[in-house]
């Protein structure tokens, strides 16, 4: 595997700049691999070395941040674009065309670029703009709203808009594919932390993923063809819901996003980690197979309350999970009752890993889910577990809750 050197990279480009030749032959075109460039306002083609580019190219993307900024594409088109039109325009020597190349690709800033994408399920009401969070939700007739600055702009709109509201985030990239790469992440989570908040089968929202079928229908035949039975299931969401009933300011969805409804360099470590079981209830909301939404709901709940994310869930983590929950989230009236109900998440969890669960019902389901969106809310929320910073801060917090404080803390 390639690892980053600005020496290697110098060299790599020097190596491909060596492979550039104009095209000359028709037949040459048919054998060789070759590209065109806009140089001057007209295009013209050239020859190059595909093993050169390819390793140029991944040198590059050995560079964390010039990964974190452009897709592949994007670098192989900067290298191959700048050093086939100085090859071209027979510019002399190609050091300062490369080193002017380098520092485009790994010394410019990032850009603040708005990814837009439809979203399905929620009505958004004309006449504004809805930020929550870092996302901005955008009418159906809001387009003339966001005062785009393009060319295309009529194109964009009259094909690309399609008369859906929308939704942006913001996000830092040089590539509009790489920002459009970290956006679809942004979406995702945000789709998931509102499936998990509704959690109604009536009822969807979605951005990357949305089922979009409304009926399901289903025909039983026999091997020749004739039809024992037929049925129609609604499916998915027939209807949007209001944006106030999804985002209103007072309920739990939109405190939630307010809060970790962010770039990742703006949380703490554990919010990222309450951000990802977020994740993965949403998952557990859209999955239509008990075994595996109810999976997904406790590996959630561990998410939460295993300090260890590399550690195997053992029965003993299992338990430490399950006295986790009951400490900082249930009253403590309520405690025992609780813990009972939680004792067979594990066990139960583990069949399904295994496949030996069968008898799982929806009710198990919805518990798991229940106590998933009481933990997140007590631990964003509450005013002590809120100012937990790190899982090792969340450790220590529980032994002191269950055993007190060492002699020699403060306070």
């Known amino acids: ?96 065309a490369i080193d002017g190349l380098m520092a485009a690709i790994v010394e410019t800033e990032p850009e603040e670029l708005s990814v837009y994408m439809p979203v399905y399920g929620v009505d958004v009401p004309s006449g504004g703009l809805y930020p929550v969070g870092d996302f901005l939700f955008v009418p159906h007739d809001g387009y003339d709203a966001l005062n785009f600055k ?14 859906l509201p929308h939704v942006a985030v913001t996000v830092w990239a040089n590539d509009p594919n790489k920002a459009r ?11 998931n932390a509102a499936r998990l908040f509704i959690d109604s089968d009536f009822y969807d929202f979605g951005i990357t993923s949305y089922n979009f079928s ?29 944006f106030d009933r999804i985002f ?9 996003v307010s809060v970790i409804g962010k770039r990742p360099e703006n949380l703490t470590t554990y919010q990222s980690q309450i951000r990802h079981a977020i994740y993965l209830g949403g998952l557990s909301v859209h999955e239509t197979s008990l075994p595996i939404s109810y999976f997904l709901g406790v590996s959630a709940l561990e998410a939460l309350f295993q300090p260890d994310a590399d550690k195997y869930v053992s029965p003993s983590i299992a338990q430490q999970i399950v006295e986790a929950f009951c400490y900082l989230v249930v009253d403590e009236k309520q405690r025992r ?21 069968t008898d799982l019902s929806r009710k198990d389901v919805l518990l798991v889910r229940t106590y998933l969106r009481a933990a997140v809310s007590k631990l964003l929320f509450d005013p002590v577990l809120s100012q937990i910073r790190t899982p090792q801060d969340l450790a220590e917090h529980i032994k002191n809750v269950k055993f007190g404080k060492r002699m020699n803390d403060n306070a």
């Open 1 to 96: 595997m390639l690892k980053w050197s600005k020496r290697d990279a110098v060299e790599s480009l020097l190596s491909f700049y060596q492979t550039v030749e104009p095209t000359a032959d028709e037949n040459e075109m048919k054998e060789k691999k070759w590209r065109g460039v806009y140089i001057d306002g007209r295009m013209v083609y050239a020859f190059y070395g595909e093993k050169e580019l390819t390793r140029a190219v991944a040198i590059f993307m050995a560079n964390n941040s010039v990964a974190d900024r452009y897709k592949s594409n994007a670098v192989e088109s900067r290298i191959a674009d700048c050093l086939i039109e100085h090859k071209i325009k027979n510019s002399g020597d190609p050091n300062g």
């Open 150 to 163: 393009t060319i295309i702009v009529t194109d964009i709109k009259n094909r690309m808009w399609e008369d």
């Open 181 to 191: 790469e970290k956006a679809l992440r942004e979406f995702q989570w945000l789709e």
């Open 214 to 242: 409304r009926v399901e229908n289903a025909f039983v035949a026999t091997k020749d063809g004739l039809v024992r039975g037929a049925s129609s299931q609604l499916k998915g969401a027939p209807h949007p819901l209001r």
């Open 248 to 256: 209103d300011q007072q309920k739990i969805l939109y405190k939630v």
């Open 337 to 357: 009752q609780t813990f009972e109900e939680m004792r067979s998440f594990y066990k139960r969890r583990s069949a399904v890993a295994h496949g030996g669960v």
